[in-house]
C-alpha cells in the first residue's frame, strides 16, 4: 500500500488501518471518510460505493479519495475488494504543517488572553477548502461565528474553496469543523525581482532578444509575427503614466511615451481607476511584451509581441506587495477580465502575465490555494492562458523552490536564462554589461537565481525557460520609486530616461507571454480559429530547446530516452520558429523540396471571432447551447470504449537526422495530483504497418529506460504535459496514440477530457537550436 499527501502530511496504510494511531471503528463522528484503493477506482467500482452510501468527492493522490459517507459502519466499504483501507478523513489532517509554528507560539498565550502584552493576537491569511461545494455557504457561516469576524472577511476563491484571515488560535476548532478539509497559510505574494543588484557600464547596440530572432516559411514576413490583435493582461503594479506633461487630466495621452497606442485600458484591485506604476515593476513587465521604441542607447526596441496590446490591472503598491493586507480576492481579480463591459467592441483579453512569486517557506504547500484559483479559471474558461514567473529562489538552499501561483499545472511557468549578452562577473550575485571585455552570455545556461523544480509532488515545473538577465526595458518615470533592488542608473550609464537594466523571472514570463501572443496570432491566421489554452502551451513547448543538448552534453539516459526535461530548465528554452513548424504543412529547403511535415489538433478550438461567437451563443436557448456544447464535446475522450483514444498515422521517409516530435498537453481538473489520466504514444509500425514493440512514451515518471522497450508498463505521469523526441527514427510508418487511461467522472462534469497536440517530422539538417556553446 502506497503513502499520500494530504494537506502537507504524509498519510500511511498503517496509520489508516486497525493499530493505527488515526484509524477509527467507525464514522459515526464524520460524513468524510478516506479510502485507498488498489489502483484508479473505475467507473463499475464506483457504482458499487454509490450502493454502500459512498460518494466520491475527489481525487487526492496515489489512489486515494475522499468520499460522503452519511452510514455509520465501515465494514461493508472494507470489505470491498478493490479497497485497501476506507478511515475517517482524520482531523490531524485538516490543519497544513506551515502553520504548526503558529500554533506552537499561540500555546504560550495565557488562557483566555487577548493580547500578548501590547501586540495584539496573532492572525493569519488562509486558504479553508471545504469538502462538498453545497456545504460552502454553511462553512462560511461557521467560520465567521467561530473566528469572530465580519462575514464580508471571507472570500469565497472557488467552488469549495474559501479565504479568510484568521486568529490563530481559532485554527483547532476551526479545523475540527466536519465539513472543512483542510487549512493552510496562504505565502506572502511579491513581485518576482531578482534582489541582485545590477552594476551597469556603457553599453552598445542590443535588443531585447533571445527568444528566436529568425522566422520559417509560414507563408508570412518575419515582421508580421508580432501578437497583433491580441490582447495581453498583466496583473502587477500597473503602469507608468508619463512625464508631467502626460498628467495633464485634459490630456488623452496619459501613458508612458513607451506604450503610447498600446495600452487597451487598466484598473485598479482596489476600488479605483487609478494604476499609476509607483513601484516600477509593471512598467518593465508590460514592456518586455509591446514596447516598440527607438532608444537613444540601442536604436528600436522590441517585445516579442510589439503588435499586441496590453491590458492592466494593479494589485501591487510602492513595495511590490499586495496592497490589502486581508484576504485578497485573486478569483474575482482575475475574473474582472471575463466580464463584458458594454462600451467593449473588441475580445477580451486571452493571455495573463503573472510576474509573481511567493516567499519560500518550510514547509510549502504542495498544492497552494491560489493555485487551484488559476487551474479551475482555466478549467472553466480553456481558451485562457496565464504565464507565471517561476520565482527567484535558485540560490535558496530550501526546497522545492516552485510555490505559489507557479505550481498551477494548467498554467506556463517561466524560468530563465542567461541573455545572450557580453557580462562581466563582479561577484556571483553581482554581474554588469560589459560589452568590450565581458564574457558572452548563454543563452542555454540557467540563471543562478532563477527557481528549480520540480514541484513537492514531483510534477515538471518550470515548463519552459527564456532569458531573464540583464533585461533592457522600460522604466517608469515616476519618482522614487519602489522597486528598490536595482541600482540607480548614472545618467552617463544610459542616455534614454525611458529605459533600464532588471533581472529575474519577473522578465522572462512576460517575454514568453509575448510569444503566445505571437503563436495565437498565426495558429487564428493560419486555422481560422482560436487555439485552447492547451494548444498555446503545447506548442511553445514542442519549440523548447534543450539546454543540455545545446551545450553539447551526451543524453542523460541510455538508450536515449526521448525527452529532454530537467528540474532546471522544465522542457527546454523557449525557440519560436520551431515552435511554429508544426502550423507548416510542408517545410521546404532552399531548392523548393519538401523536408518535413507537421500538423495539430485542439479538441477545443474557438470560432476566430470569439467575441462574436459569445454573443451568438449567449442568445442560444439552454436546449442550443447544450446542443453545441455536445457537438464540441463529440471531439473529447470519454471511458466509452469507442471515444477513449485517438491515433494519427505519420509515413516516415530515409533520410539523415530524421527527427519526429510529438507534444501533448490537456486542461486537468483541479486538484492536486494529475486527475485524469491521458497518455502519450509514438509508436514504429515497421515496413509492413506491423506493430512493433518500439516505441516511446511522454515522458515518465524518472525517465525510467526500462519501459522502452515494453507494452506492458504504462508511466503514471504526475503531468499533463507530455513530449515525446524520437531522433534518428527510422524509415516507415508510425502511429501517434492519445489514450484516455482514467478519467474522474465526480471533477469532470461533462465527462470527457479534451486536449490538444501538435507534431512535426524533420529529415536531413542538424537543427541550428541544437549546435554547441552560445551559436
Same mark, same amino acid.
Given at each position: 500500500?502506497?503513502?499520500a499527501?494530504?494537506?502537507?502530511?504524509?498519510?500511511t496504510?498503517? &496509520?489508516?488501518?486497525?493499530?493505527?494511531?488515526?484509524?477509527?471503528?467507525?464514522?459515526?463522528?464524520?460524513?468524510?471518510?478516506?479510502?485507498?484503493?488498489s489502483d484508479r477506482?473505475?467507473p463499475?467500482?464506483?457504482?458499487?460505493?454509490?450502493?454502500?452510501?459512498?460518494?466520491?468527492l475527489?481525487?487526492?493522490?496515489?489512489?486515494?479519495?475522499v468520499?460522503?459517507?452519511k452510514?455509520?459502519?465501515?465494514?461493508?466499504?472494507?470489505?470491498?475488494?478493490?479497497?485497501?483501507?476506507?478511515?475517517?478523513?482524520h482531523?490531524?489532517?485538516?490543519?497544513?504543517?506551515?502553520?504548526?509554528?503558529?500554533?506552537?507560539?499561540?500555546?504560550?498565550?495565557?488562557?483566555g488572553?487577548?493580547?500578548?502584552?501590547?501586540?495584539?493576537?496573532?492572525?493569519?491569511?488562509?486558504?479553508?477548502?471545504?469538502?462538498?461545494?453545497?456545504?460552502l455557504?454553511?462553512?462560511?457561516?461557521?467560520?465567521?461565528r467561530?473566528?469572530?469576524i465580519?462575514?464580508?472577511?471571507?472570500?469565497?476563491?472557488?467552488?469549495?474553496?474559501?479565504?479568510a484571515?484568521?486568529p490563530?488560535?481559532?485554527?483547532k476548532?476551526i479545523?475540527?469543523l466536519?465539513?472543512?478539509?483542510s487549512?493552510?497559510?496562504?505565502?506572502?505574494a511579491?513581485v518576482?525581482?531578482?534582489?541582485?543588484?545590477?552594476?551597469?557600464?556603457k553599453?552598445?547596440?542590443?535588443?531585447?532578444?533571445?527568444?528566436?530572432?529568425?522566422?520559417?516559411?509560414l507563408g508570412?514576413?518575419a515582421?508580421?509575427l508580432?501578437?497583433?490583435?491580441?490582447i495581453?493582461?498583466?496583473?502587477?503594479?500597473?503602469?507608468?503614466?508619463?512625464?508631467?506633461?502626460?498628467?495633464?487630466?485634459?490630456?488623452q495621452?496619459k501613458?508612458?511615451?513607451v506604450?503610447k497606442?498600446?495600452v487597451? #485600458?487598466?484598473?485598479?484591485?482596489?476600488?479605483?481607476d487609478?494604476?499609476?506604476d509607483?513601484?516600477?515593476?509593471?512598467?518593465?513587465?508590460a514592456?518586455c511584451?509591446?514596447t516598440?521604441?527607438?532608444?537613444?542607447?540601442?536604436?528600436?526596441i522590441s517585445g516579442?509581441?510589439?503588435?499586441?496590446?496590453?491590458i492592466?490591472?494593479?494589485?501591487?503598491?510602492?513595495?511590490g506587495?499586495?496592497e490589502?493586507?486581508?484576504?485578497?480576492?485573486?478569483r474575482?481579480?482575475l &475574473?474582472?477580465?471575463?466580464k463584458?463591459?458594454p462600451?467593449?467592441d473588441?475580445?477580451?483579453p486571452?493571455?495573463?502575465?503573472?510576474?509573481?512569486?511567493d516567499?519560500? &517557506?518550510a514547509?510549502?504547500s504542495?498544492y497552494?490555494?491560489?493555485?487551484?484559483?488559476?487551474?479551475?479559471?482555466?478549467?472553466?474558461?480553456?481558451?485562457w492562458?496565464?504565464v507565471?514567473?517561476?520565482?527567484?529562489?535558485?540560490?535558496?538552499?530550501?526546497?522545492?523552490?516552485?510555490? #505559489?501561483?507557479?505550481?498551477?499545472k494548467n498554467?506556463?511557468?517561466?524560468?530563465?536564462t542567461?541573455?545572450?549578452?557580453?557580462?562581466t562577473?563582479?561577484s556571483?550575485?553581482s554581474?554588469r554589461?560589459?560589452?568590450k571585455? #565581458?564574457?558572452?552570455?548563454?543563452?542555454?545556461k540557467?540563471?543562478?537565481?532563477? &527557481?528549480?523544480?520540480p514541484?513537492s509532488l514531483g510534477?515538471?515545473?518550470?515548463?519552459?525557460?527564456?532569458?531573464g538577465q540583464i533585461?533592457?526595458?522600460?522604466?517608469s518615470?515616476t519618482?522614487?520609486l519602489?522597486?528598490?533592488?536595482?541600482?540607480?542608473?548614472?545618467?552617463k550609464?544610459?542616455k534614454d530616461?525611458?529605459?533600464?537594466?532588471?533581472?529575474?523571472?519577473s522578465?522572462?514570463?512576460?517575454?514568453?507571454a509575448?510569444?503566445?501572443?505571437?503563436?495565437?496570432?498565426?495558429?487564428c491566421?493560419?486555422?481560422?480559429?482560436?487555439?485552447?489554452?492547451?494548444?498555446v502551451?503545447?506548442l511553445?513547448?514542442?519549440?523548447?530547446?534543450?539546454?543540455q543538448?545545446?551545450q553539447g552534453f551526451?543524453?542523460r539516459?541510455?538508450?536515449?530516452?526521448p525527452t529532454?526535461?530537467?528540474?532546471?530548465?522544465?522542457?527546454?528554452?523557449v525557440?519560436?520558429?520551431?515552435?511554429?513548424?508544426p502550423?507548416?504543412?510542408?517545410k521546404k529547403?532552399?531548392?523548393?523540396?519538401p523536408?518535413g511535415n507537421?500538423?495539430?489538433?485542439?479538441s477545443?478550438?474557438?470560432?476566430?471571432d470569439?467575441?462574436?461567437?459569445?454573443?451568438?451563443?449567449?442568445?442560444?436557448s439552454?436546449?442550443?447551447?447544450?446542443?453545441?456544447?455536445d457537438?464540441?464535446?463529440?471531439?473529447?475522450?470519454?471511458?466509452n470504449?469507442?471515444s477513449?483514444?485517438?491515433?494519427?498515422?505519420?509515413q516516415?521517409?530515409?533520410?539523415?537526422?530524421?527527427?519526429?516530435?510529438?507534444?501533448?498537453?490537456?486542461?486537468?481538473?483541479?486538484?492536486?495530483?494529475?486527475?485524469?489520466?491521458?497518455?502519450?504514444e509514438?509508436r514504429?509500425?515497421?515496413k509492413d504497418?506491423?506493430?512493433?514493440?518500439?516505441?516511446?512514451l511522454?515522458?515518465?515518471?524518472?525517465?525510467?529506460?526500462s519501459?522502452?522497450?515494453t507494452s506492458?508498463r504504462?508511466p503514471?505521469?504526475?503531468?499533463?504535459?507530455?513530449k515525446?523526441?524520437?531522433?534518428?527514427?527510422?524509415?516507415?510508418?508510425?502511429?501517434?496514440?492519445i489514450?484516455?487511461?482514467?478519467?474522474?467522472?465526480?471533477?469532470?462534469?461533462?465527462?470527457?477530457?479534451?486536449?490538444?497536440?501538435?507534431?512535426?517530422?524533420?529529415?536531413?539538417?542538424?537543427p541550428?537550436e541544437?549546435?554547441?556553446?552560445?551559436?
Open positions: 500500500m502506497a503513502t499527501r494530504i494537506n502537507g502530511h504524509t498519510v496504510p498503517h &496509520s489508516q488501518c486497525q493499530g493505527g494511531h488515526q484509524f477509527k471503528e467507525d464514522a459515526s463522528q464524520s460524513n468524510y471518510i478516506l479510502v485507498q484503493a477506482i473505475k463499475e467500482e464506483s457504482d458499487r460505493l454509490r450502493n454502500l452510501g459512498a460518494e466520491i475527489q481525487y487526492i493522490d496515489n489512489d486515494t479519495y468520499c460522503h459517507y452510514p455509520t459502519s465501515l465494514q461493508d466499504i472494507r470489505a470491498l475488494p478493490f479497497i485497501k483501507y476506507a478511515n475517517v478523513y482531523e490531524d489532517l485538516v490543519v497544513h504543517p506551515n502553520l504548526e509554528q503558529h500554533l506552537e507560539e499561540n500555546l504560550n498565550l495565557p488562557s488572553s487577548e493580547t500578548l502584552g501590547e501586540t495584539p493576537l496573532e492572525t493569519v491569511v488562509c486558504y479553508i477548502r471545504v469538502h462538498h461545494s453545497d456545504c455557504n454553511r462553512a462560511a457561516e461557521d467560520i465567521s467561530l473566528a469572530s465580519d462575514a464580508d472577511g471571507i472570500v469565497i476563491e472557488g467552488a469549495s474553496l474559501l479565504k484571515r484568521l490563530v488560535d481559532r485554527l476548532a479545523a475540527a466536519d465539513e472543512v478539509a487549512v493552510e497559510a496562504d505565502g506572502e511579491r518576482a525581482l531578482c534582489e541582485a543588484p545590477l552594476v551597469l557600464s553599453p552598445e547596440n542590443m535588443h531585447i532578444q533571445g527568444i528566436g530572432a529568425t522566422c520559417v516559411d508570412v514576413q515582421e508580421d508580432d501578437g497583433r490583435d491580441q495581453v493582461a498583466v496583473v502587477d503594479s500597473g503602469l507608468d503614466q508619463g512625464e508631467q506633461k502626460y498628467m495633464d487630466p485634459n490630456s495621452d501613458v508612458h511615451e506604450f497606442d498600446k487597451e #485600458g487598466w484598473s485598479s484591485a482596489f476600488g479605483t487609478q494604476a499609476v509607483e513601484n516600477g515593476h509593471g512598467t518593465a513587465v514592456g511584451i509591446v516598440t521604441y527607438k532608444s537613444l542607447d540601442f536604436g528600436v516579442t509581441a510589439k503588435g499586441a496590446r496590453v492592466v490591472k494593479k494589485v501591487f503598491n510602492a513595495s506587495i499586495l490589502n493586507s486581508g484576504a485578497f480576492p485573486w474575482d481579480t &475574473s474582472s477580465f471575463l463584458d463591459d462600451k467593449r473588441k475580445p477580451l486571452r493571455i495573463t502575465n503573472l510576474s509573481i512569486q516567499e519560500v &517557506s514547509p510549502v504542495d497552494p490555494g491560489k493555485a487551484e484559483v488559476l487551474d479551475r479559471l482555466v478549467f472553466e474558461n480553456p481558451d492562458v496565464f507565471i514567473a517561476a520565482g527567484n529562489h535558485g540560490l535558496s538552499s530550501k526546497d522545492p523552490q516552485i510555490t #505559489g501561483l507557479a505550481v498551477a498554467a506556463i511557468c517561466v524560468g530563465a542567461e541573455n545572450p549578452l557580453p557580462m562577473f563582479t556571483m550575485r554581474r554589461y560589459e560589452p571585455n #565581458g564574457r558572452k552570455g548563454n543563452q542555454n540557467i540563471a543562478l537565481f532563477s &527557481s528549480r523544480g514541484t510534477r515538471i515545473k518550470p515548463d519552459v525557460v527564456a532569458p533585461i533592457y526595458t522600460t522604466k518615470t519618482p522614487n519602489g522597486m528598490i533592488s536595482v541600482t540607480p542608473v548614472d545618467p550609464d544610459l530616461p525611458h529605459f533600464w537594466f532588471v533581472e529575474g523571472t522578465f522572462a514570463a512576460p517575454l514568453v509575448g510569444c503566445c501572443a505571437v503563436l495565437r496570432q498565426i495558429y491566421a493560419r486555422l481560422g480559429c482560436y487555439p485552447s489554452a492547451a494548444m502551451k503545447a511553445l513547448i514542442h519549440g523548447a530547446v534543450d539546454t543538448l545545446a551526451k543524453p539516459t541510455i538508450p536515449e530516452w529532454a526535461t530537467s528540474k532546471d530548465q522544465g522542457f527546454g528554452r525557440n519560436i520558429p520551431s515552435s511554429l513548424l502550423l507548416i504543412d510542408q529547403d532552399e531548392n523548393g523540396e523536408v507537421g500538423g495539430v489538433f485542439d477545443f478550438s474557438f470560432p476566430a470569439a467575441f462574436a461567437a459569445k454573443q451568438e451563443y449567449d442568445a442560444m439552454p436546449d442550443e447551447q447544450k446542443q453545441l456544447k457537438a464540441r464535446n463529440d471531439f473529447g475522450l470519454s471511458m470504449p469507442d477513449n483514444n485517438w491515433t494519427l498515422e505519420l516516415v521517409k530515409d533520410a539523415k537526422n530524421t527527427k519526429i516530435t510529438v507534444t501533448m498537453v490537456y486542461t486537468d481538473p483541479p486538484g492536486q495530483g494529475v486527475v485524469n489520466i491521458l497518455n502519450l509514438l514504429f509500425r515497421g504497418a506491423v506493430e512493433t514493440r518500439d516505441f516511446r511522454g515522458n515518465p515518471d524518472a525517465g525510467d529506460p519501459v522502452v522497450n506492458t504504462r503514471r505521469s504526475r503531468n499533463n504535459v507530455q515525446v523526441v524520437w531522433r534518428n527514427a527510422p524509415p516507415g510508418p508510425y502511429r501517434v496514440q489514450k484516455l487511461d482514467h478519467l474522474e467522472e465526480a471533477q469532470t462534469p461533462d465527462k470527457v477530457q479534451h486536449f490538444a497536440v501538435c507534431w512535426d517530422v524533420t529529415y536531413e539538417q542538424q541550428q541544437e549546435k554547441k556553446g552560445n551559436e
